[in-house]
C-alpha cells in the first residue's frame, strides 16, 4: 500500500511539473511572438517596452497595440479551443471530436458570411463588432438547437455526433449558397476570414474571449472528476452517482460558448481543438484535474508558435494563421502518437 501511495504521490509531482512546463513554455512563446514581425524589435526593447521603461514612442506602440493583443489573443484563442476539444472528446466519448464535430465552427462561418455578403447584422451594434457578432450569434444558436435535438432522440453521444454532423453539412451548404451570390469583394473578405486570422485583434476582443475563458475555466476544473469518472464508461460513472445526461448538456454548453468566442473573433481555426488535448493525454493521461490544465496551456503554445510562424515563414507576408496551426500541429501530433504506440 505504501508503494502504491508513493507510485501515485511521485506521479502528482511528475504532471504538476509537466504543466509547470507547459506554462513556461507558452510564457516563451509569448515573448518570441512579441520579438518577431517587419518592425524587427529586439528582445531587449520588446521587454523594456512592457516592463514600462523608457522607449520611443513608435516601440511603445508596436508593441502595446500592434504586438500584445496579437499575441495575447493567439494564447487565449489556443486554450480556449483546446479546452473545448478536451471537454468535447470526454462528453461524446470520440477521440476525433472537436469544436468543427458538432457543427459550431461552420455555423460560426455563415453567421460571419450572412454579415459580410448580406449585411444582415444585430441593429444597432457598431460595424466593427457586426461579423463577430453574427458568428457568435449563429455558433450559440446552432449548439441550442443540437442541444433541442439531442434531448428529443435521448442526447445521447451517437445521437449527438450525427445530429453535429448534419448540421455541419447544412452550414456548409448556406455557405456555398451565400458564397455563389456574393460580390467578388465580399467574397474574397469571405475566404480570408474562413482561413482566420490575428491581424485585426484589438484589445476589446482579447477582453471578450478573456472573460469567457475566466468564466468557463472555473465549472471546467469543478466537472473534472466527473469527466475523469465518465472516461471510465457512462455505467461506471453513474455508478459513482455523476448525472452523466446533465454532465454532457452544462459540458457542451461551455465547448459552444468558447468556441463560438474564440471563432468569432479570429475566424475558423482548425486542428488546436484536436490536437492540443492529444498531446496533453499522451503527457499527463486521463485525470483531468492535470489533464484540462495540460490540454489549455498546450492549445495556447500551439497557437502562439503558430502566431509567430505565420511572420516569419514569408518575409513580408503574414500567412492566415489556420493554415499555420496544421502546419506546425501535424508533425507534432503525429510523432506524439508514434512515440505513444512505441510506449
Partial sequence: MNDILASYH??????????AVLALAALAALVLD????PAGLPLGETLRALAGAEVSRGTQVIVW????????????????????????????????AEPFTLGVSAS??????VAIVLGLTVPGLPPVWAVSA???????GALMLLQLLGRLRGGGPEVLILFGVALNFTAAALLSLVQ????????????FWSMGSLAATQ???????????????????RAAWKLTALRLGEDQAQSFGVDVTALRRWTLLRVGVLSAAAVSMVGVIGFVGLAGPHIARLLVGENHRVFLPASILTGALVM???STLSKTIVPGVLLPIGLVTSLIGLPIFFALILRGRRR
Wanted: hydrophobic share 70%; glycine share 6%.
Fill in 134 to 140: 453574427n458568428a457568435f450569434i449563429f455558433a450559440v
Fill in 304 to 306: 502562439s508558435l503558430a
Fill in 180 to 191: 455563389f451570390v456574393a460580390s467578388a469583394d465580399a467574397l474574397q473578405q469571405l475566404v
Fill in 10 to 19: 511521485a506521479q502528482g509531482r511528475r504532471h504538476a511539473a509537466l504543466v
Fill in 65 to 96: 497595440d500592434v504586438r500584445l493583443p496579437v499575441a495575447v489573443m493567439a494564447l487565449l484563442v489556443g486554450a480556449a479551443l483546446a479546452l473545448a476539444g478536451a471537454e468535447m472528446q470526454t462528453v461524446l466519448e470520440n477521440p476525433l
Fill in 203 to 221: 484589445w476589446p476582443g482579447v477582453a471578450m474571449v478573456a472573460v469567457v475563458l475566466a468564466l468557463a475555466v472555473p465549472f471546467s476544473f
Fill in 34 to 37: 512579441l520579438t518577431t514581425g
Fill in 108 to 113: 460560426a462561418a455563415l453567421g460571419a458570411a
